[in-house]
């Protein structure tokens, strides 16, 4: 599976934002698609996922209220719509895709990973 994410740029504390992972080159039924992020200086964090086949979500508790995970079937495309941004946020996000027989939010059940996209909150 390749993935592809997008959305990311210089938002204002408090706005909001949606970044799309669009996935391609096979099937994404067994596929869970995984958020992750990697903020300066920290180490990459899982924060948001979903498994395809049934729509179930995973949230990291540090952005449960905030952060919204979401798919598109159609367009094979997984969204993370965050709210009420703050300059913590900034970091780099990525876009995973493995089938996941572990947990959700351990970097080693994905295979295929995204370039990434910056998000910097910034007044």
């Known amino acids: 599976v390749q993935v592809v994410e997008s959305g990311g740029g210089l938002v204002q504390p408090g706005k909001s934002v949606r970044l799309s992972c669009v996935a391609s080159?096979?099937?994404?039924?067994?596929?869970?698609i995984t958020w992750f992020r990697q903020a300066p200086g920290k180490e990459r964090e899982a924060i948001s996922g979903?498994?395809?086949?049934?729509?179930?979500?995973f949230y990291a508790d540090s952005v449960k209220g905030r952060f919204t995970v979401s798919r598109d079937n159609a367009k094979n495309t997984v969204y993370l719509q965050i709210e009420n941004l703050k300059p913590e946020d900034t970091a780099v996000y990525y876009c995973?895709?493995?089938?996941?027989?572990?947990?959700?939010?351990?970097?080693?059940?994905?295979?295929?990973w995204g370039q990434g996209t910056h998000i910097t909150v910034s007044s």
């Open positions: 080159g096979h099937a994404l039924d067994y596929y869970t």
């Open positions: 995973a895709a493995g089938i996941v027989y572990g947990s959700w939010n351990h970097g080693l059940e994905y295979d295929d």
């Open positions: 979903i498994k395809y086949s049934d729509g179930r979500t």
